[in-house]
């Protein structure tokens, strides 16, 4: 009979090109996943693998297998998900993965919660840009994500994943305070046109939106600097070094020079948490999904 962890070590060897990335994703040494492909060698009486260069390729009998792990590993995933509606208990681990602000914002109130209200549930949370963690979600290499999209720009929900709301935030423009419109009670986003921006890195989520909705007012915005963190922003906004926008959810304290002012015209970003239709029935994704709503403060406007 064919081992389970030595299909995983293998789809997971497919699924990232290398032993070493699945041993990363597995969190276990690239040893063990080299010791498991083994095993699986003389299970099958296949070879699996083939050097390639520096790395190595899949044969065509570990391409056949792969095929049958997916669905053997989604159909385990599924009765576990089962065994544990039927048995009504929030128990086992979930791997939960969270844009930073999500991390910030909801994290500190809603794992306490569940430490105490299901101590026999263990959730390892680590920090994720959603154009990374679904990908990694409908993989199985999550459990869950936090998410985020904008009500100018939704986020397409791929195929096999289900979606639950946490709660909407709204973002503020964050000016230099030696800017012109820093005393304003509000300012429209059209009034900021040909000025520079700080924007989140590259390839993430919050850049690529910002880009896209500067140049519904400006041809080409003024992207001067790229922070991650929004600490970071706002002291590169503090030196008078360009405009940000910024969610109020996991907002960390504004230093001095900086002017926080509202949009005439509110933008609104969605969070919610997605997983794979195949635990849909588990408990403990019920249960989490409710104490990140509870979680949310009073800057953001938690989901019914």
């Known amino acids: 009979m064919l081992d389970l962890e030595r299909l995983r070590a293998l789809h997971s060897v497919a699924t990232y090109g290398s032993v070493s990335a699945a041993a990363d994703v597995l969190h276990v040494t690239t040893s063990a996943v080299s010791q498991q492909l083994a095993k699986l060698e003389r299970e099958t009486g296949q070879k699996l693998l083939e050097r390639n260069g520096r790395g190595v390729r ?181 030196a008078g070094l360009g405009n940000a926008i910024l969610p109020r959810l996991g907002r960390c304290d504004v230093p001095p020079g900086v002017a926080i002012v509202p949009l005439a015209e509110p933008l609104t970003r969605r969070v919610y948490a997605v997983w794979r239709e195949e635990a849909a029935r588990r408990p403990a994704i019920r249960a989490v999904v409710a104490a990140l709503r509870s979680g949310v403060p009073d800057s953001a406007e938690r989901a019914a």
């Not at 994720?128 to 979600?137: C, F, I």
């Not at 720009?153 to 709301?165: R, S, T």
């Open 58 to 238: 899949l044969t065509d009998a570990a391409e056949l297998l792969v095929g049958h792990a997916e669905r053997i590993l989604s159909l385990v995933e599924q009765a576990q998900a089962d065994l544990e509606a039927h048995r009504g208990s929030v128990v086992g681990q979930l791997t939960l993965a969270a844009f930073p602000t999500a991390v910030r914002g909801l994290m500190p109130q809603a794992l306490p919660l569940l430490r105490t209200e299901h101590p026999d549930l263990h959730v390892l949370v680590r920090e994720e840009d959603p154009l990374h963690s679904m990908p990694l979600v409908l993989r199985g290499d999550l459990d869950m994500a936090v998410v985020q999209d904008w009500s100018n720009e939704p986020l397409p929900l791929p195929e096999g994943l289900h979606k639950g709301a946490i709660c909407e935030d709204v973002a503020d423009v964050a000016l230099p305070a030696g800017h012109p419109l820093a005393g304003r009670l509000s300012v429209d986003l059209k009034e900021l046109a040909g000025d520079p921006w700080i924007s989140s890195v590259p390839d993430s989520i919050c850049c690529d939106w910002l880009l896209r909705t500067l140049r519904a007012i400006d041809s080409e915005p003024r992207i001067e600097h790229m922070a991650y963190e929004f600490a970071t922003q706002l002291a590169l906004v503090a």
